[in-house]
């Protein structure tokens, strides 16, 4: 199937930058997964 990866606990991980500050109207990798070429066709899936 191709499938790789690893599990994403909290959903929360998607909106925080780097240093674990939390950025909602720029969440760093829902705005990377849409740009960058080779992310693109990937899905991230976190539980609530």
Known sequence: MHV???RFY???VFTRN????INLS???I???TG???QL???RLIAEP
């Open 26 to 28: 720029v969440p760093p």
């Open 30 to 32: 829902i705005s990377e």
């Open 10 to 12: 909290l959903a929360s």
């Open 18 to 21: 780097s240093d674990g500050s």
């Open 35 to 37: 740009t960058e070429a």
């Open 40 to 42: 693109t066709n990937n």
């Open 4 to 6: 790789g990866g690893f």
